[in-house]
């Protein structure tokens, strides 16, 4: 039976049901009603004084449609009643399949015709989410909700971002509540469950009553998460949902995303305060399942582990953007500590990338030379591409070299500046809530003084970029940075040629002929990762021009480069 929301199939790329808000393009939130009779989201609507579609004016006479906003809500909470019924649990389970013969729960009271021929998500059969488009089939239900939710906040709304990532959370843990119940029940933990059955039973099935043991960080710098001032802990609602992802990696990596997810929107908002918290909350729900933490240590299995990888490097992720945050606020003592998290945990990730990967050449170079009197072995390995792991591996950790570096450097500038101006700097710390005071404060209790040397900052800056220079220039990588090299004489030939004319033009045209073979040797690179290795290495060479800036060099890697 086809959905009323418009999900699955063909259309729901394109075509926008009665349901859809035409300006986020996502499902209606807190529809408002014009007095041109067109709907919009409330948040939407909010900056227009004339309609977007006729152009009448508005006059702030809006309405709230709460008919139209029910009936999308009686929709949505049906997908969630039929997953329950289907699984017979509080709630669906994580990645759980539905029946095929399972009707849209939606068909019943829906106030508007859905254009066919989609069929409803929630009756495809599916273990795991196969595409971004929430329409698709293969979205299991929290999959769903979560991606309804990053198609309200791309389409600008975060408001309704939130309320889809709110249902998407409770979904996600009402499951791992159900799940751990039934392994309490059977004595035993049961697939996917990575936790003792006495932690199981600390996951109750009513928000509030949650061990707020299961929200340890413990493994993952919790001072630094203490330091951001998140607060978390004080909410049942996020302690609730930080005890259920310990019962499992993949819940812990789906409620991560959620939690962090919800940050941005609050960033978006610009509620900085409930970023934190929620930024430190996905923290503490992947904390458990880094390489060495309790959790993944009691989860042996193959999936348990590629799952706490997943969850780990989702966890440098959010070290990265709470300290993102704090250094658009001026803490940057605050900010540096979830640098050198995310740092931590990405050179750990290419070490073992890279322990894998010599043990895969060693084997391949002796199949080679048992074959070939051990003479092509080691020139076979040496051809070969890096996996797109590995240089995602590499991309990772130059970028958390970067932004180390990069701290260290303001952290050097905010001194500077606070001794050269003493009466503006006492000024600053005097009045804490001042946002232009954040980095002269930072910077004068201790943020330099104390904890990195203005000197020893800089050196370490220094040591940082020639350490993402050295790793990006791997001899592995090569291919990678042939192609990068390659798009910029091209790009740079083209503009020659824009700015001088005709006999720039041949120039350019001797230019793409040399670097032809480079762009040809890298044409079965994958576009994306080219993309970012040329973005970091970007970013990398600006870094070093303003340490070059402050009279530090990175040492011969910069010769190397060159």
Not at 172 to 190: D, F, M, N, V, Y
Not at 218 to 241: F, I, M, Q
Not at 333 to 340: D, H, I
Not at 428 to 453: F, I, R
Request: aromatic residues 2%.
């Amino acid at each position: 039976m086809s959905c009323p929301l418009g999900f699955g199939g063909p259309a729901s790329k394109s075509s926008l049901t009665p349901y859809h808000c035409i300006l986020c393009r996502g499902l209606l939130h807190e529809p408002i009603t014009t007095p041109c009779r067109h709907v919009f989201c409330a948040f939407c609507i909010r900056p227009f004084r004339d309609c977007p579609v006729c152009a009448a004016d508005l006059d702030g006479n809006n309405t709230p449609d709460a008919a139209l906003a029910g009936t999308i809500n009686k929709l949505l909470t049906g997908h969630v009643k039929l997953l329950a019924k289907a699984t017979g649990a509080a709630g669906p389970p994580v990645g759980s399949p539905v029946p095929a013969s399972s009707s849209c729960p939606a068909a019943a009271g829906a106030a508007a015709p859905a254009p066919p021929p989609a069929s409803c998500p929630a009756s495809t059969s599916t273990s795991a989410p196969t595409s971004a488009d929430p329409g698709a089939p293969g979205l299991d239900l929290p999959s769903l909700l979560l991606q309804l939710a990053l198609q309200s906040l791309a389409g600008g709304n975060p408001e309704a971002a939130l309320a889809r990532l709110d249902m998407c959370a409770d979904t996600l843990c009402s499951a791992a509540e159900a799940a751990a119940a039934a392994a309490a029940a059977t004595g035993s933990a049961g697939a996917g469950t990575a936790v003792g059955t006495a932690e199981a039973k600390e996951v109750g099935p009513k928000a509030g009553t949650a061990s707020t043991e299961g929200a340890s960080t413990a493994g993952a710098g919790p001072d630094a998460l203490a330091s951001a001032g998140a607060g978390w802990e004080h909410d049942p609602v996020l302690r609730r949902r930080v005890a259920a992802a310990r019962t499992s990696a993949d819940a812990a990596s789906r409620l991560g995303a959620v939690l962090g997810s919800a940050a941005d929107c609050h960033r978006r908002l610009g509620d900085a305060p409930a970023a934190l918290s929620l930024y430190a909350a996905s923290a503490a729900c992947l904390a458990p399942w880094r390489s060495g933490g309790e959790a993944a240590s009691a989860a042996r299995t193959a999936a348990a582990t590629a799952s706490s990888r997943e969850a780990e490097a989702a966890l440098g992720v959010t070290h990265n953007k709470l300290g993102d945050l704090l250094m658009l606020l001026g803490r940057l003592r605050e900010a540096r500590a979830q640098y050198l998290e995310a740092l931590g945990l990405r050179r750990a990730a290419l070490a073992r990338a890279l322990e894998a990967g010599a043990e895969a050449d060693g084997a391949e170079a002796g199949a080679a030379g048992e074959g070939s009197g051990g003479k092509s072995g080691t020139s076979a390995g040496a051809s070969r591409l890096p996996a797109e792991e590995l240089v995602q591996d590499v991309c990772d950790l130059a970028t958390s070299c970067c932004k180390v570096a990069d701290v260290n450097m303001a952290l050097r500038e905010a001194e500077a500046a606070v001794g050269s101006q003493p009466e503006a700097a006492a000024a600053g710390s005097g009045s804490g809530a001042e946002p232009g005071a954040g980095l002269g404060a930072s910077a004068s209790e201790g943020g330099v003084g104390s904890d990195v040397d203005a000197e020893a900052g800089l050196a370490s800056a220094a040591a940082l970029l020639a350490e993402a220079r050295a790793a990006m220039l791997r001899p592995n990588l090569a291919p990678y940075a042939a192609a990068v090299q390659a798009a910029a004489a091209k790009a740079a030939a083209a503009a020659a040629a824009a700015a001088t004319g005709g006999s720039a033009a041949e120039g350019g045209a001797r230019g793409g002929r040399e670097a032809a073979p480079a762009a040809t040797a890298a044409a079965p690179l994958p576009a994306q990762l080219v993309g970012r290795y040329g973005r970091v290495w970007g970013a990398l060479e600006q870094l070093t021009a303003r340490l070059a800036g402050l009279g530090v060099g990175t040492g011969p890697q910069a010769e190397t480069a060159k």
